[in-house]
């Protein structure tokens, strides 16, 4: 059984920047053990899978995301790379819909030279104190203003300057040990440094990703606390991983809308004989 294959970054101003993805068309859905081992081969932070959604109302794909790890709820840099995907294939279409498990209906729409994704804008705004608070701040070997909870899988950790957040070398066998049966994502964010008004980085290790290159589902989290804070509704922000990569946030109503450009950097076949 042959498979195509297409890697793309994401969230990325030249090949080799931005956050690499691989995107494959299926024509039904294959076994979830297949799924993810066709992932671990992979070894990227994400592998979208595509198959077409039976009710084009709805959607125009169904869409699943796997780590070399797990199976996410929510993966933008992936959902952004499969619709530059379609949308380079077909260039008549403007948007494209991908129906998710527990996302909701996702839409890529061209802008520009790259494309805007929306995505439900989720803002972490419970308060982590005490030894809660100790404990992150030990695995990221650095102490910040504030980390605020969404539920019990995101965190995001503030700190005062973007100087902070790109020293940061955490204990990533510690942030494992702090989960409590989540997979749980830790963001460090910061005002910009000139580059962008935001900065962050992410680091997600029971997945299989101990730092991602640029994160849309981050970015989720990132676009309501900083629009709030900085008193717009707009706004740029820089992930400041090794890639790293440039984000375009906006807040509309309870939607983030995330704007970047890909690049197609490998095509070809995955085989399961």
Known sequence: MKIPFVQIDAF???????NPAAVMPLGAWLPDAVLQAIAEENNLAETAFLVPCPDPET???DLRWFTPG???ALCGHATLASGHLILSAVPTMERVRFSTVKAGVLVVTRAGDGYALSLPAW???DPVTGARFDGFAAALR???Q???ARGTDYYMAVFASAAEVRALDPDFRAIIDLQRGDDIMVIATAPGDGESDVVSRVFVPEAGVDEDSVTGSAHAI???YWAERLGRASFTAWQASKRGGHVGCRLDGDRAILSGTCRTVITGEFSLV
């Not at 990325?12 to 931005?18: E, T």
């Open 70 to 72: 797990v199976e996410v």
């Open 12 to 18: 990325a101003d030249a090949p080799f920047s931005g």
């Open 146 to 148: 504030a980390i605020l």
């Open 59 to 61: 959607a125009d794909f």
């Open 123 to 125: 803002a972490a705004t």
């Open 222 to 224: 990132i676009t309501p």
């Open 142 to 144: 650095a102490v910040p």
